[in-house]
T-cell receptor
Framework: AQSVTQLDSHVSVSEGTPVLLRCNYS??????LFWYVQHPNKGLQLLLK??????LVKGINGFEAEFKKSETSFHLTKPSAHMSDAAEYFC??????????????FGKGTRLSVIA | AAGVIQSPRHLIKEKRETATLKCYPI?????VYWYQQGPGQDPQFLIS???????DKGSIPDRFSAQQFSDYHSELNMSSLELGDSALYFC???????????????FGQGTRLTVV
């Protein structure tokens, strides 16, 4: 079975400084990995995805993540935080099983605060 | 582009009442997922359908049932509602993907259910 561990429940950064949100995963097959962002009282927006192509994935709003199989990690980064980045971020895994992809499993989420 | 449509967006019910949530997936998507997100929680997988047949089952209570119809829309039926059922309910759709091909899920805006 697949699972996700988000190592920080809350991260606080100053505007203009780098962002690092950490995620480790486990999977029984080859994983597909995603980062979703959720602003307060809003739906889930896909930031980026890894589905077996390039290991360094670029997403929207300047975010990127690197799939590291040896470390079972998929950390999310951004060079310079913006106030509008303040939100809840979810790391998500799905197994690419032979019979079909398994349902998405969410991590517990990391709340990102950006200080002016 | 068409997205996943959920209705209603908001719903208020009393304890012990029933509720029906509807989901219209993206055209040609063959898989529908239902998730429940309690206040301050990560989304929890409830149930999924592939080609109108139940494919995976998560933490869905026995009081809840779901089905997918011939036009691929899905309904989540909730009976004997409890205060703890108050949550944001998301529907997502995707192409299932086989043979190790990863695909992403697209989420609707969610239905916020409040049980009073």
């Amino acid at each position: 079975a697949q699972s996700v561990t988000q190592l920080d429940s809350h991260v606080s950064v100053s505007e203009g400084t780098p962002v690092l949100l950490r995620c480790n995963y486990s999977s029984s097959y080859s994983p597909s990995l995603f980062w979703y962002v959720q602003h307060p009282n809003k739906g889930l927006q896909l930031l980026l995805k890894y589905t077996s192509a390039a290991t360094l994935v670029k997403g929207i709003n300047g975010f990127e993540a690197e799939f590291k199989k040896s470390e079972t990690s998929f950390h999310l980064t951004k060079p310079s935080a913006h106030m509008s980045d303040a939100a809840e971020y979810f790391c998500v895994v799905s197994d690419r099983a032979p019979a079909g992809n398994t349902p998405l499993v969410f991590g517990k989420g990391t709340r990102l605060s950006v200080i002016a | 582009a068409a997205g996943v449509i959920q209705s209603p967006r908001h719903l208020i019910k009393e304890k012990r009442e029933t509720a029906t949530l509807k989901c219209y997936p993206i055209p040609r998507h063959d898989t529908v997922y239902w998730y429940q997100q309690g206040p301050g929680q990560d989304p929890q997988f409830l149930i999924s359908f592939y080609e109108k047949m139940q494919s995976d089952k998560g933490s869905i209570p026995d009081r809840f049932s779901a089905q997918q119809f011939s036009d691929y829309h899905s309904e989540l039926n909730m009976s004997s509602l409890e205060l703890g059922d108050s949550a944001l309910y998301f529907c997502a759709s995707s192409l299932r993907g086989r043979g190790g091909v990863g695909t992403e899920a697209f989420f609707g805006q969610g239905t916020r259910l409040t049980v009073v």
